[in-house]
Each structure stands twice: as structure tokens, then as C-alpha cells.
């Protein structure tokens, strides 16, 4: 159940980040997704694994700072507090599918992320059966979509493998 639920956050976590990209300035959606994203296992982590070391916190810190610093182009001006929504939204999606990928079980690391996978491109489908255009927008190759999905893919097969060998939050 938990693999679906990760699944479905991911989904969704990509759905808000694309049309917060789509509506507002990338300089501002990129990193409050992004801090949002690592900010939630933080939190997590604090709570089921108890406080990290001090050596743990400042690299924790030094962290977000970079995540944000590099994430954010300049010209994010002109923002109006609406434009948050989505990029949090994303975020807190994007936060959820990390702690629910971090709490399968240890012996099975890449069947969760098969079914969270599943889960989500369902999802995305019928998201997609939703829309009055149905495919991709002209000029985007179907490649580029699928390098993307395999990128992604990829990501989490290796945070799901390094979440096994030490605390959520590092």
C-alpha cells in the first residue's frame, strides 16, 4: 500500500512542479520545491530516528543552503505569494514519496519502486486523458520523455539504495 501511495505523491509531486513551471517564474518554483522536497524527510528523520549529530545538522544545513542557492536562477522577481502553492505542493508530494521509499522493507529495495513506478505512470495516463490535447505537445519528442522517466527512475532506485545504509535525513 505504502508502494502505491509513494506512486501517486510522486505523480502528483510532478504534476504540481510542471504546471507551477508552467504558471509562474521557474527562478522561484525550482528551489521551493526542491528545499520543500529535502526539508519533509528532515523532518521525518527527526521524528523516527531522533536527533542527528551536529556534524549531521550542519551538513543538513549547508544542504538546503546549496539546493536553493543553485536551483535559483536570477530574475525570481515580481513573485506574488500565490505563486507558492504549487511549487510547495510539489514539494511536500516530492517529500512524501522519499520517506514512504525509505520505510519499505530493507530485503526488497527495487520491487517498491516498481509498483510506486506503476502507481504513477497510471496516474500520469490518466492525468493525460484528462487534458483536451491528448499526447505529447508538439516539438517534444517522445525520446526526450522517456530519457526523462529513466532519469527519474534511476534517481530513485539510487535513493531508495542509499536511504538503506544510513539515516533518511543525510
Excluded at 549531521?56 to 500565490?82: D, E, M, N, Y
Aim: aromatic share 4%; net charge positive.
Amino acid at each position: 500500500p505504502s508502494n502505491v501511495a509513494s506512486g501517486i505523491a510522486g505523480a502528483c509531486g510532478l504534476l504540481a512542479l510542471y504546471r507551477g513551471l508552467a504558471r509562474g517564474p521557474m527562478g522561484l518554483v525550482a528551489p521551493v520545491a526542491a528545499v520543500v522536497s529535502a526539508v519533509l524527510p528532515i523532518l521525518a528523520a527527526l521524528s523516527l530516528e531522533g536527533p542527528p549529530s551536529r556534524l549531521q545538522v550542519a551538513g543538513c544545513a549547508a544542504g538546503l543552503a546549496a539546493v536553493w542557492l543553485l536551483s535559483r536562477p536570477s530574475g525570481a522577481a515580481g513573485w506574488k505569494p500565490s505563486d507558492l502553492a504549487l511549487p510547495a505542493g510539489a514539494g511536500v508530494c516530492f517529500g512524501v514519496f522519499l520517506i514512504l521509499i525509505d520505510r519499505v522493507s530493507a530485503e526488497a529495495v527495487l520491487w517498491p519502486l516498481v509498483a510506486a513506478r506503476a502507481a504513477s505512470v497510471a496516474l500520469l495516463l490518466a492525468a493525460a486523458g484528462l487534458r483536451s490535447r491528448p499526447g505529447p505537445r508538439r516539438g517534444l519528442p517522445l525520446a526526450a520523455i522517456l530519457l526523462a522517466g529513466l532519469g527519474d527512475t534511476a534517481g530513485n532506485a539510487l535513493f531508495a539504495l542509499a536511504a538503506r545504509h544510513g539515516r533518511l535525513d543525510v
